[in-house]
């Protein structure tokens, strides 16, 4: 297991903080993070600020079990007010902040004034807005990001490079176990978690994007390697992807506004939806 560098600033956090919200991608190392973290902030050094020294309890509102003990939201909450409460994927419950402010602000009245919650969740503008609002000055954001070089080490700088910064494909026991985890991460992230945020697109659709990106990426490093300072121009499969786009969408959709876009952009054009 990787030492992640945001482990002691969320230790800290705890302790100056009623609640922290730790965002990040699916499958970044959030829930291993704060496993990891809950030995040292719940039970070590009993005392002290953000610490009743009672092991913290640990929510994932996608599973039946724990959401269940959520019928009573603000009763159950309350009967844990001894403990660090880490609740994961905490995006499933929108109405849960507004009830946290209340009791955040009777704990603090009854002077525990750190160390209430440590929230898990996605990095999600509209998420963002919500809390803001409802727990305002008594929260604190931190988003993870992956592995980057220096937590990965000087030896795993070669598997870094080609396997990318996500914990279970940087770690996998061999190059082919990488990519399978690679491609369950695309499909769970196409087919389940962009359709919670909004955008009907189908997953068929938003792969073929995501593939025409790479594409293009691949290529202006190429050029760029080429001809320094120099753009590459659009290659004839970006605009076969852009086509495939407007007549799978008819023209119109979000998928297609950035598929030209980009090809627009890079005619050295200005855009406008």
Known sequence: MLLRRLSPIIARDLTRHPAVALLGPRQVGKTTLARTLNVRVGAAEPGSPGSTGTPPEYLDLE??????KLDDTSGYLRSRGDRLLIIDEVQRMPGLFAILRGIIDERILAGRTTGHFLLLGPASIQRLRQSSES????IAYRELAPIDI????????????????????????DDEASVDRRANFVSTYLERDIPQLGPRIPATTLRRFWTMLA????????NARSRSGRHADVSSGDRGAARGFRSERGGGGLAARCVRTVVRRD???RWRP
């Not at 599973?63 to 269940?68: G, I, K, R, S």
């Not at 727990?135 to 008594?138: E, N, S, V």
């Not at 990965?152 to 996500?166: K, P, S």
Request: charged share 40%; glycine share 14%.
């Open 150 to 173: 220096l937590e990965a080490g000087g030896e795993r700088q070669d598997a870094l490079w080609i396997r990318g910064g996500f914990p279970r494909s940087l770690l996998a026991e």
């Open 267 to 269: 005619r050295g054009r």
């Open 63 to 68: 599973n039946p079990v724990d959401l269940a």
């Open 215 to 222: 594409h293009r990426r691949r290529r202006r490093r190429a």
């Open 135 to 138: 727990l305002a000055g008594r």
